[in-house]
């Protein structure tokens, strides 16, 4: 009988090419910093720095997770908490971060630009009338939609919107800036949405009827990856964006909402209401690995040198990338000796017919 071929991941058997056990303790990472009850979180990242934004025992506080490194296999952490003042108790929904400011989007539709050296709030709108679900700054110009539909553009400059767009039938869960006047967004009405300010138009790709949650762009620049329904995550190609080009994880992929998701080249990382950070391959369709840790749903992102840092309300799990590297080369070495397996037994098998046939000739 041909061998079977293994499931990815390491819940394989792994006894046939060595008698050790492959070391999966990578998987649930190590706890960085944990948050007290009732602390309220967003995350940013710039340029190798990682910024925690919320609540912080009843006050507003900014974390900075910067200067994270590996060094000779011990985690060097540089973490600093800053009181920050001008802004009104606040439960942060998305963030965006720069070298001088960052910029918060909140609940209950207040979009908020603090000074990251004075750790002031410098302007505060109340720019929708729902959760802002995204905020990007692109120069002078802040970008940022709400679940009212809403998309906005506000010059920092001139503190005054200078670009609107509204979807009349849903509410918008995510954005995309390509640059100063092209955008893509997400809506709940299972949209995706090329918009051109300066030409004032707009291109609609829609697939199915689940709500779209979270896109992220390929560094190809060709690619969005999307967040829909339950746990579904897919591939569209904007230069043909009539047909999915894939559908991941089918069978082994997440089992709730799918909150963020972060690319590193043709690697997709999910964080989702499961419990769980999932690892993809924009060329593949099944989920390559499972990081497990967190009592409660993940809810943010961020890779920062050799570190994928993941949060939620309890607080932050770091996992070396280095680690998950060499656990999937391990199983993809066992994955390919296993197929040269299947093929002797295969090859022996087709001979030893052979035979039989010759026989009773």
């Not at 970008?143 to 998309?151: R, V």
């Not at 799990?317 to 999937?328: F, G, V």
């Amino acid at each position: 009988m041909a061998a079977m071929l293994p499931q990815t991941g390491l819940e394989q058997d792994t006894q046939l090419f060595e008698p050790k056990k492959l070391d999966d303790s990578y998987k649930y990472g190590r706890s960085m910093w944990n948050l007290g009850k009732g602390d309220t979180i967003a995350l940013g990242h710039y340029d190798g720095e990682l910024l925690h934004f919320g609540t912080h025992k009843g006050k507003m506080v900014s974390l900075d997770i910067s200067g994270v490194t590996h060094d000779g296999g011990r985690i060097k952490e540089i973490q600093s908490i800053k009181l920050l003042h001008g802004a009104k108790h606040v439960d942060p929904s998305c963030m965006d971060v720069e070298q001088e400011h960052f910029v918060v989007g909140d609940t209950k539709g207040n979009v908020s630009t603090f000074s990251r050296v004075a750790g002031k709030c410098a302007l505060k709108n109340l720019d929708h009338k729902e959760k802002v679900s995204a905020v990007k700054m692109a120069g002078d110009q802040l970008f940022h939609t709400g679940f009212d539909g809403y998309l906005l553009v506000r010059n920092m400059k001139l503190d005054r919107i200078v670009h609107s767009w509204i979807s009349t039938k849903a509410p918008l869960s995510d954005m995309i800036v390509q640059d100063s006047s092209k955008l893509i967004v997400s809506s709940w009405d299972s949209s995706i949405t090329q918009i051109d300010l300066r030409m004032k138009s707009c291109e609609q790709i829609r697939h199915n009827k689940s709500p779209i949650r979270k896109i992220k762009l390929h560094e190809e620049g060709n690619i969005i990856v999307a967040a829909h329904g339950v746990g579904g995550l897919r591939s569209i190609d904007l230069r043909n964006p009539s047909t999915p080009l894939k559908e991941y994880g089918v069978g082994n992929g997440h089992t709730d909402v799918i909150n963020h998701i972060v690319l590193q080249k043709d690697r997709i990382f999910t964080a989702a209401d499961d419990l769980t950070v999932r690892l993809f391959d924009v060329n593949q369709d099944q989920c390559l690995e499972r990081l497990q840790g967190h009592s409660t749903g993940i809810m943010h992102l961020c890779l920062s040198g050799d570190l994928l840092i993941a949060s939620n309300y309890s607080g932050f799990r770091k996992y070396r990338m280095t680690d998950i590297d060499n656990a999937l080369a391990e199983i993809e070495r066992r994955r390919q000796a296993l197929q040269e397996v299947q093929k002797k037994e295969e090859s022996a098998e087709a001979k030893g017919k052979g035979k039989k046939k010759k026989g009773k000739k």
